[in-house]
């Protein structure tokens, strides 16, 4: 499957000594993408992380709230202009990084991947 467009976000709660919340937020989209799906991906990643901590050091009164966990997303646009699960097409680029049946199942073992089952079904139909 090819993605023509990737977004990305991440937003943090943040408090200060008068406990009161201020959020900050970052968000990237990034078109063309072709097959540099995990490149991309890493390259959305670095620019929000890096735009968030120079919020946050920018604004040293508010610090991260610890009780609430960060907020990320990460959607895809296809060819076709339909919604894609860029984690699942990452996953099955890596899994298909492996030469056998047996190290990408070893792979996914060591993930907590929330599509577990059909990432199994996947390597069960590409390896043979």
Same mark, same amino acid.
């Given at each position: 499957?090819?993605?023509?467009?990737?977004?990305?976000?991440?937003?943090?709660?943040?408090?200060?000594?008068?406990?009161? %919340?201020?959020?900050?937020?970052?968000?990237?989209?990034?078109?063309?993408?072709?097959?540099?799906?995990?490149?991309?991906?890493?390259?959305?990643?670095?620019?929000?992380?890096?735009?968030?901590?120079?919020?946050?050091?920018?604004? /040293?009164?508010?610090? /991260?709230?610890?009780?609430?966990?960060?907020?990320? #997303?990460?959607?895809?646009?296809?060819?076709?202009?339909? %919604?894609?699960?860029?984690?699942?097409?990452?996953?099955?680029?890596?899994?298909?990084?492996? %030469?056998?049946?047996?190290?990408?199942?070893?792979?996914?073992?060591?993930?907590?991947?929330?599509?577990?089952?059909?990432? #199994?079904?996947?390597?069960?139909?590409?390896? %043979?």
């Amino acid at each position: 499957m090819q993605i023509s467009t990737i977004t990305y976000s991440e937003s943090i709660e943040t408090v200060n000594d008068s406990f009161n %919340k201020k959020w900050f937020k970052s968000k990237i989209e990034i078109s063309d993408v072709g097959n540099d799906l995990s490149k991309a991906r890493e390259l959305a990643m670095d620019y929000v992380g890096e735009t968030l901590k120079t919020a946050l050091a920018n604004n /040293p009164d508010y610090v /991260p709230n610890h009780n609430e966990p960060i907020s990320r #997303k990460l959607t895809g646009i296809d060819s076709n202009n339909a %919604k894609v699960d860029v984690e699942f097409e990452n996953l099955k680029i890596k899994l298909m990084e492996f %030469k056998t049946l047996a190290e990408a199942e070893q792979y996914l073992s060591t993930t907590d991947f929330r599509h577990a089952i059909t990432a #199994k079904q996947f390597i069960n139909s590409n390896f %043979k």
